[in-house]
Nanobody, 119 residues
Framework: QVQLVESGGGLVQAGDSLRLSCVASGRTFSSYTMRWFRQAPGKEREFVAHMSWSGLSTYYADSVKGRFTISRDNAKNTVYLQMNSLKPEDTAVYYC????????????WGQGTQVTVSS
């Protein structure tokens, strides 16, 4: 079992930066593939960023590529999402999710953290 807790959201202006954190419980965090998703009001949840369990593979949604960076610190059981050059359309609840290495089923989710970007 893995429990995930996100933090770091807030209200910022367009062009600002935020760093989200997702702390995982358990001793096997390093064996989990991690993703960030987001859900804007009235929209479906969408993929944002991916990092493999090894940290060697990352990829991003086109909408955030070049602005957002996912990283992880296995010693701290934490995955981060550095968000730069934020835009109003980045406003959403951001969720981290975990899947065991080799699985594509993200069955562990955090409660989400709100990011609001004003214009």
């Amino acid at each position: 079992q893995v429990q995930l807790v996100e933090s770091g959201g807030g209200l910022v202006q367009a062009g600002d930066s935020l760093r989200l954190s997702c702390v995982a419980s358990g001793r096997t965090f390093s064996s989990y593939t991690m993703r960030w998703f987001r859900q804007a009001p009235g929209k479906e949840r969408e993929f944002v960023a991916h990092m493999s369990w090894s940290g060697l593979s990352t990829y991003y949604a086109d909408s955030v590529k070049g602005r957002f960076t996912i990283s992880r610190d296995n010693a701290k059981n934490t995955v981060y999402l550095q968000m730069n050059s934020l835009k109003p359309e980045d406003t959403a609840v951001y969720y981290c999710a975990a899947a065991p290495a080799g699985s594509s089923v993200y069955n562990y989710w955090g409660q989400g953290t709100q990011v609001t970007v004003s214009s």
